[in-house]
């Protein structure tokens, strides 16, 4: 990142994203670093493992690593004496690697699987003396397409008419939207080719907008806003999503369904309504979700509110915030369900409405971790106050989840504040330490790891809100003297808050910086204009 000190200067300053040591291992020979397009915060390294470079039994890896906690997954092993010299990952979540000649066999490519590690050979040299030292992707840039008109049609020029094209054309397709209202008006429901309803993914795509309130993408009602189908992928940036709705009571993700990989960067998904689950969005099956910077509001879900994220879906969450989502059954903000997976990571849950089964539900035997997350004020409508009626973070029995520097507090069932829970013995929560829970935790779940500066029973805390743009709300900010500031783990936390407002700020007594608990950092007021 370049600070602004840099930028005066003309100096380049490179500053890690999490302070202190990321990856470290002594018996790995580093080669190659690559940053995943569609997961920001994932990557992968590759290098030599358990021996010396050229050593009999040195053996070629390729590492998956989450570059924000430092946790990593073997991915592949190779065979004794190569050398992975390049790396390339490919859209549909498999990776290219290049590997070095042997003294018998000559240089290849083998193709991976992300998910198990298994591969097959797509080249090897025809010379085996032959070193190749780089794999590069050789592609045309994305087809650039302009949407000319906000009329709902399958012309060219009309929205629809340009993904229709782009799913056609077999290339990365950007299509630019400018200002204005698109309302879908072509009705007609379980189609799959964009023609009629809503508009279906079956290619690569990115839909870049004009901002998130200058353009909006309007369903009105008659079907769901995007449907991405197995293979797809959709990138949309600085845009609005509204009004989709399904009304079978098996057809989720009402503004958004993805079965392939979205990213949502600075968009509003807002006013879906389900009769299944996800109000917001649906992640199913092997999809992928990276949402950075992005607000999922009022969206409603019979038993899933805002995000709905099932099967094997991988989602990464970074810097997003839900607010005002309901449901009537199983969760209000967010649910991952299933073997799905997720890391969230700067993000808010405030004012979302639940019947009970929590604001965030976590039942899933795949790995959720929650970093400087806020689970703060937000109700459960349960006036029985059955087992499961929790108004904050509910856990399945038997699911573990992960977190740490994060805040759960002020969340009430009929009343009573029930901020973690679970219907009987064996969830549990493991801590990184630095957590601020308002309520005593109930005995059926189970907090474990590093407690090192966790709060239990903390009781009600102060907040101030936020605006972006006012008079909408974005988040609530810890209010001046709570328990939240400076906080946080001293050691390492990100660059900036979910407002991307800098952090850590030194707001107590001077000493080093150390940041909030949570997803928002108070910043100091600003100094008066005139000091005379």
Known sequence: ALTPDALASGEAVLEPLVTGGVFVDPNLLLDEIYADIILPRSGMISGLQSGNRGAPGALPVLIGIDFGTGTTQMIYTGEP???????????????????????????????????????????????????????????????????????????????????????????????????????????????????????????????????????????????????????????????????????????????????GNLAAIRVNIVNGSSAASGGGIASIGDARLSMTRSFVRNNFGAFNGGLFVTDQSEADIDRCSFIGNASDFNSSGASFRQQSAAEIVNSSFLLNVVGRRGTVSVDSTGTVSFDYVSIVNNLANDSGLAPDAVAGLFISPGIDVSMGSSVIANNLTDGVAIDVGSPVNGASIELRGYCFFGSETLPTVDLLGDLTGTTINGGTLEFDPLYEPFPTLAALAPAAGSPLIDSANPSASPPSDMLDRQRPQNIGPPGPAIADIGAIELQPEPCPADVT
């Open 81 to 259: 004496s190569r050398q992975i010299r390049d790396i390339v990952g490919l859209g549909d979540g498999s990776i290219l690697a290049l590997e070095s000649p042997t003294p018998q066999e000559a240089a290849r490519i083998v193709r991976i699987d992300r998910d198990n590690g298994s591969f097959d050979t797509v080249w090897t040299a025809a010379d085996p003396g032959l070193q190749v030292t780089s794999l590069s992707l050789v592609r045309r840039d994305a087809d650039k397409a302009f949407v000319t008109t906000t009329d709902d049609t399958t012309s060219p020029g009309s929205l629809r008419g340009e993904i229709i094209s782009a799913n056609a054309s077999g290339v990365a397709t950007d299509i630019c939207v400018g200002p204005g209202f698109y309302v879908l008006d072509q009705l007609g429901t379980n189609e799959d080719g964009a023609l009629t309803g809503d508009l279906d993914i079956t290619g690569n795509v990115r839909i870049l907008g004009a901002g998130a309130s200058e353009t909006i993408i309007d369903a009105n009602f008659i079907d769901r806003v995007f449907h991405i189908l197995p293979g797809g992928t959709l990138v949309l940036q600085d845009l609005t999503v509204i009004r989709g709705e399904t009304e079978s009571n098996v057809d989720s993700g009402a503004n958004i369904l993805s079965e």
